[in-house]
């Protein structure tokens, strides 16, 4: 079964701090896996895929077969980052999401 | 920068009656998709298209529900006798082909049942 796992529904960060938003998964093949964000009243936008190990804006998540995790990660964090991060697996067709992590960044 | 479309942003209807919900995919995409969201819980797919069939579909995705590809343009949604359950935000999808798997949202249609 997909199954993806955000353990963190609400993170609150300082401006200038180190993000690091968690993604757990489960999948018996060969998942990709993705980095969506949603700003407020905005629609879901993708922020990363790991086939591609880009960073977009700051943010960069690195795909841990072992770990079965694929967390996503920002050195320092900018007040426009607040937002809601979900992360999903795709398998065949279909993206499976977790249940999000509303990133709040405070002054 | 193209975007997915949908239509209308918010639709309040009576338990019973039948709902239709429009996108419009980006135009050189090949597989659509819709996915939901109840209030407060996660984003869960229901059904994605592909060259003129469904090609998966969930198990929320039951028979009051059907899609449709009407023209070049358009990808519907419809819910033939709404629930209550059936209140949601609703989001369409597609993507370009099955290799280029990144799916690309609209901006969704607020469903309210009453």
């Known amino acids: 079964a997909q199954r993806v796992t955000q353990p963190e529904k609400l993170l609150s960060v300082f401006k200038g701090a180190p993000v690091e938003l968690k993604c757990n998964y489960s999948y018996s093949g060969s998942p990709e896996l993705f980095w969506y964000v949603q700003y407020s009243r905005q629609r879901l936008q993708l922020l990363l895929r790991?086939?591609s190990r880009e960073s977009i804006k700051g943010f960069t998540a690195d795909l841990n077969k072992g770990e079965t995790s694929f967390h996503l990660k920002k050195p320092f964090a900018q007040e426009e980052d607040s937002a809601m991060y979900y992360c999903a697996l795709q398998g065949a067709q279909k993206l499976v999401f977790g249940q999000g992590t509303r990133l709040t960044i405070n002054p | 920068e193209p975007e997915v479309t949908q239509t209308p942003s918010h639709q309040v209807t009576q338990m019973g009656q039948e709902v239709i919900l429009r996108c419009v995919p980006i135009?050189?995409?090949?597989?659509f998709y819709w996915y939901r969201q109840i209030l407060g819980q996660k984003v869960e797919f229901l059904v994605s298209?592909?060259?003129?069939?469904?090609?998966?579909k969930s198990e929320i995705f039951d028979d009051q529900f059907s899609v449709e590809r009407p023209d070049g343009s358009n990808f519907t949604l419809k819910i033939r006798s709404t629930k209550l359950e059936d209140s949601a935000m609703y989001f369409c999808a597609s993507s370009s082909t099955g290799r280029e798997k990144s799916q690309y949202f609209g901006p969704g249609t607020r469903l309210l049942v009453l």
């Open positions: 790991h086939i």
């Open positions: 298209f592909y060259n003129n069939e469904i090609s998966e």
């Open positions: 135009s050189n995409h090949l597989y």
